[in-house]
């Protein structure tokens, strides 16, 4: 759960703040009405002093729980004071005599559902005292429900205590319902603001359900603003605007645990919600209020249900421990506990005048509106914390795409460098070994003979093809980053490319005094489809190395397609020292060679067996080795048979 004493202390000063607004209007409000349970105690009541509740229990009853008359007769009232008589026919058929002259009609009593007419209201009545006993007479009848409903409580008293009473009674019911209401449009507004936040709407969806019921039951305000309306709508009403509680409710909660509640009991709660809402609709009072009971402990259940779903999902979610998701666990069972209260009360004491309900649906929008703006403040921060995440990020971004740019030139401008370089160096090296050719070839024809000049001579040439030959990999190294290494392919016999090749490469072999000798298919040669030059390349590429690496040795080239593959397999096979078994991984690498340069081991650039690599593979073909410390390496490409 979030810790942080400057929130808490915020929130406990809000609650305070509300809890002193709440009581203060409650207790301006407050009638200061006693509740009195019969008729002794009744005609001992100063009534100049305030207000009287009488129970039904102070009437004496004659006839059935449907079909009754109630007396009372009271001898303590004033002769000349103007009393009022004050309260709700919830018995769906009532008329209220006083002395022998009826003061209120509310629908017609009958001995049966046929013989009376139904009809809701809240009403006040005055009269005068007289000096005679007052004798009170109600008439009631209830055969709309199915439990047969019952005679509320009366207030009574002095005229001015019940237009007070009254008035404070409305004023009351006024702002819980303007609370309500402006709390539903608070959270409308919000909501129609963020479009996705459907928490906001349910919620708002909740408070206007609440306000609605406040007028509906609370003094049947709302007959007040829709004269005339039936009741059976004004009862429907009530009942309707119950259940739509229950559903908006249940959706807030699923809204705001991010539907992490189970969704199999949502279903079939609110299947069940849905089902009353209709058979309520379709149906007469007579026949739903008799599932009164079920729908009560339904509705029970699914409060229970929600409130371990809400702490079975903060248990196993450590992003519903937020202070947030404790208020609203909090909230609904304040208003759960309530509610059970007021069905216990009016289980016990059925004319007792209490609205626990009320109570709980308040506390429970306050503590919630505690939640969301907290929900509110934690998204903000986290969004405001997601923004500066995705400035970072995009900083980021930026730099590594300068970076790339700048690597990218720094790229373009090395191949462009080594292309230039490498295409300037083969001009003059070419002249250089010209002139180092003819040369030798001059000192070797002159008479002296200097054994010397002759030596150098040979290896200027050396040098200068070696050179050449880097000067041309540097060139292919810069074709292959740029992807135009470019073949051309052709026919060719791949027996007459390997003696034209070797023939070239003979006078290198004597070096290192390594005798070359041909392993070829006979009879008819394979023909292949591939780049001549590229090939021959390859072939002196491996040749070298295996010359470089060789001494006083056998190099051997073979060629065989007795794999029937469909290729030529093509090997280069050596005597020398081999290859340090943890080279041969990376032999193909670029910049790798068989074994460490040094001063003594100077030559060789790492670019051929890479180069080669690419070739071969060009071609469709692959290339592999395989070598022993001491006993030599072979070095064995492929290239396919035929035609294209």
Known sequence: MDKNPGQLHSICIYLLLTAAVFAAALFLTHSNAKYINNAADLNRFNFSQGLAVISPNAFIREGTDRYATYRLTLTNLNPGTIYGISGYSATHAMRLWVNGEILIEVGVPGDSYENMTAGTAYFTAYFVASAEPTEIIIQRSGFVLAHGGRLNALYFGEQYHITTRLALSHVRVSF?????????????????FFKNQMRFLWFALYCFMIAMRTIGIDN???ATLVPGMDWQIDYLIAYLFTTGMSVSLTLYLNAMFSGELNKRFLQIMLGLLGVHAVFMLLSTPDVYSRFNTVYNVTTVLIIVGLIINMIWAMKIDKQKRHLEYVLIISGAGANFLLGMAEVVIRAVTPQAVVNYTQAGNIVFIFINTIALALYFKRTEAELAQANKQRRKDELQRQRIITQNTTLETLSRMKTEFLATVSHELKTPLGIISNNAQLARFHSEE???????????MFRITSETERMAIMVNQLLDITRIEEGRMSMNFAPVDSVALIQDTMNTFYPVLNKNNNELTLNLPKGPSYSVYCDRER???VLLNLVANANRFTREGIITISASAENKDGFIHISVADTGEGIPKERIGSIFDRYTTAKPKSDKNPSGTGLGLYISKHIIEAHGGSITVSSEKGKGTIMTFTLKIGGN
């Open 446 to 456: 002159a008479v002296s003979k200097d054994v010397y000049i002759t030596d150098k």
């Open 176 to 192: 819980l319902a303007g609370i309500t209401t402006m709390a539903a449009l608070l959270n409308l507004g919000i909501f129609l």
């Open 220 to 222: 049947r305000l709302i």
């Open 535 to 537: 090939i021959r390349q």
